[in-house]
């Protein structure tokens, strides 16, 4: 149940609880007075016709002495009291008044005639007022009043208990809100706080509230959900400071090979006793050694601009077939100056939403390590092949199944050579920063970043790369684009 939907629902009960109580406990007690009236009623009854034969004797209605009512003091009591008036309203007798009191006084007739034989009932007491005939005619008008003390004393205890019944009933009815608050409200917001605390601690505790389905398991929920991300963002972090604590280490690893190169060959052009021959070999050499350097910080330089989030790419339309003609171009002189044969192919219709530099620069990645890692003699191939084509006859027998699954519904472009494996424990590491599987690292004239950036640079363009290896066969490297 909603939270709000439970606090209306217990606003709602707290207000007619308490008058649902009280009409409850007032019809009881009306239904207990209405029987205790009954039985009070017959028992006064009983004690007025008690006390009715000696009252309607005629000869007590006339003025007399004291004595002449012993008889009718007799009958007299605590709770009952008897009163004799003549017709004409004298007040005769009444057990009211001290025993010494012999005064006699009239009253208004009109009063006393009132509710004659009727019962009267008050707050403390009944009241009867009843003519006596004497030979036809009314000599007087006794008065019965009986005291209700049983009655006001219960009516008293009722109170009292009505009362206390009142206090236990609150009390007990906002305990029991006082609980199901803390239950629904406080206890909750208090373990969501604990849970916040301890996250802010670093300290994990398992999350019950977020099964709740109320707000303050919604908002557990959310909670849930911003410490994923979270932690999700501090463990991106670690693992992008890892990172660039291992390019330091990898780049200065790195740079150091060719630094301890040229200072060695600079100190010995400083020597005059060396010859020209071996003069220019050694410039050849610090030539070739800066290049390294350069290129080396220039993948540094363009890897560390993708991994920014403003990075992106122009992407451009261009016509495929003219495409991957220019791209694909300039790689027969590199094949050539070490004695490669290379095999270049296309099958490619359409246009493609490609930016024309970072992806000349994928393939000129690829084609580098490919050439590079190629011994004297050996074969290298360059394909670009649409969905629709079949893969060319050249392709590994061990990489043919694999590739026409991965290739499904887009264009590949297939860069493979012969020469060295990789080991399959090292294939997923390829594409990991700095990572050169061969142990070549800083003698092989690379930086370790081209295929990082190549596979950035594809997935930037929502495609995909893919590398498989085979011992006696070589290497074979894919890149995926969407077409259309």
């Known amino acids: 149940m909603k939270l709000k939907t439970w606090l209306m629902i217990s ?81 005769l007798f009444s057990t009211k008044e001290p025993p010494t009191s012999q005064k006699y006084f009239r009253v208004n007739v009109e009063q006393l005639y009132q509710n004659l034989n009727e019962f009267q009932k008050r707050h403390s007491s009944y009241l009867i007022k009843k003519p006596v005939f004497k030979e036809g005619e009314m000599v007087g008008i006794y008065e019965v009043t009986v005291q209700r003390k049983k009655w006001v004393e219960e009516v008293h205890n009722r109170t009292i208990l009505f009362i206390a019944c009142a206090i236990i009933f609150f009390i007990v009815l906002y305990t029991l809100v006082l609980y199901f608050l803390h239950h629904r409200l406080n206890k909750p917001l208090k373990r969501l706080q604990e849970e916040m605390t301890n996250f802010a601690n670093g300290i994990n505790t398992e999350n019950q509230i977020k ?162 890692h190629t011994k004297q003699g050996q074969r290298v191939w360059l394909a670009a092949i649409s969905s629709e084509s079949s893969l060319p006859n050249w392709v590994f027998h061990p990489f043919k199944e694999k590739i026409e699954l991965w290739r499904m519904k887009g264009t590949v472009i297939l860069i493979q050579n012969e020469g060295s494996y990789i080991p399959k424990q090292d294939v997923k590491r390829v594409f990991e920063p700095f990572t050169q599987v061969d142990g070549a690292r800083g003698l092989g004239g690379s930086s370790g970043l081209g295929l990082s950036i190549s596979k950035i640079l594809m997935e930037k363009h929502q495609g995909k790369i893919g590398l498989w290896s085979e011992e006696n066969y070589g290497t074979l490297v894919a890149c995926w684009i969407k077409e259309g």
């Open 211 to 372: 099964f709740r389905r109320d707000e303050i398991g919604i908002l557990s929920s959310h909670f849930e959900k911003m410490k994923t991300q979270i932690e999700q963002s501090r463990k991106a972090l670690e693992e992008e400071q890892k990172e660039k604590q291992f390019i330091v280490a990898a780049l200065t690893h790195d740079l150091k090979t060719p630094l301890t190169v040229i200072q060695a060959y600079s100190e010995a052009l400083e020597r005059n006793d060396m010859v020209d021959e071996n003069r220019q070999e050694y410039k050849n050499i610090l030539t070739e050694k800066l290049k390294l350097m350069k290129q080396m910080l220039n993948d540094l330089s363009i890897y560390t601009s993708l991994q920014s989030p403003q990075n992106s790419l122009e992407l451009v339309s261009v016509e495929g077939q003219e495409f991957f003609d220019m791209v694909f171009s300039g790689y027969d002189e590199q094949c050539v100056n070490k004695n490669l044969n290379l095999t270049v192919q296309q099958h490619i219709s359409g246009v493609y939403q490609v930016d024309v530099k970072q992806i000349t620069r994928v393939i000129d990645n690829l084609m580098i390590n490919a050439i590079r």
């Open 11 to 91: 606003y709602l009960t707290i207000m007619l609880l308490p008058v649902v109580f009280l009409f409850l406990l007032y019809i009881s007690i009306n239904k207990y007075d209405e029987q205790q009236d009954l039985t009070e009623y017959v028992s006064i009854y009983n004690q007025v016709e008690g006390v009715s034969d000696t009252l309607e004797n005629g000869d007590l209605y006339t003025l007399s002495s004291k004595e002449h009512y012993r008889e009718v003091k007799r009958l007299a009591s605590d709770q009952v009291n008897l009163s004799l008036y003549r017709y004409d309203g004298i007040a």
